[in-house]
């Protein structure tokens, strides 16, 4: 009696197990295909502010001001330009299937956030300059074709809000250049 107990209780916990790992990859609304029904590749979109009851995105804090960028990096390298807020602004890139492969803050970066984003193609076929270093020209290595680039900016008092959403306004992610 106990073994076929503790087999079926072996059983359901693999299943759930597996269900938990495996729903990422089946969700049919995962961010990506949420976003694509709002913008267009290559193009930074500032989201509106969560309220109770509507947001672009799940869980989005609405302390903080959010921007996104559809990446699709088959058409050249990917230049991210985003300018630091008074407070907090981070830029993460995720993998269209949600997979966060880097992260950086005003806080390492200085008053701007520059970088390029490209596949590990075109990073191999990028000229060797020795003029040129890390410090000159941070280059981040994408696992995939396509994802996203998200930009968050902490916004301190409620009367700031328009201040720093003008502020990444003047950000920019776009192909080449």
Do not use: W
């Amino acid at each position: 009696m106990l073994l076929p107990a503790a087999f079926t209780l072996v059983l359901a916990a693999i299943a759930h197990i597996v269900s938990i790992l495996a729903m990422p990859a089946l969700a049919e609304r995962n961010a990506y295909a949420r976003l694509s029904e709002r913008t267009d590749a290559n193009v930074l979109v500032l989201l509106p502010d969560p309220t109770p009851r509507e947001t672009a995105l799940p869980m989005m804090d609405p302390a903080f001001i959010s921007a996104v960028c559809l990446y699709d990096l088959s058409e050249g390298a990917l230049k991210v330009r985003v300018p630091a807020t008074a407070d907090y602004t981070s830029v993460s890139f995720y993998t269209a299937e949600g997979l966060a492969f880097y992260a950086l803050s005003d806080q390492a970066a200085g008053k701007v956030i520059e970088l390029d984003l490209m596949t590990a193609s075109q990073k191999a076929a990028l000229p060797e300059d020795e003029e040129i270093t890390a410090a000159d020209r941070l280059v981040i290595e994408s696992p995939a074709l396509e994802g996203i680039v998200a930009v968050r900016a902490f916004v301190r008092e409620r009367g700031m809000r328009e201040l720093v959403r003008k502020q990444l306004e003047a950000a920019s992610c776009s192909v080449g250049g």
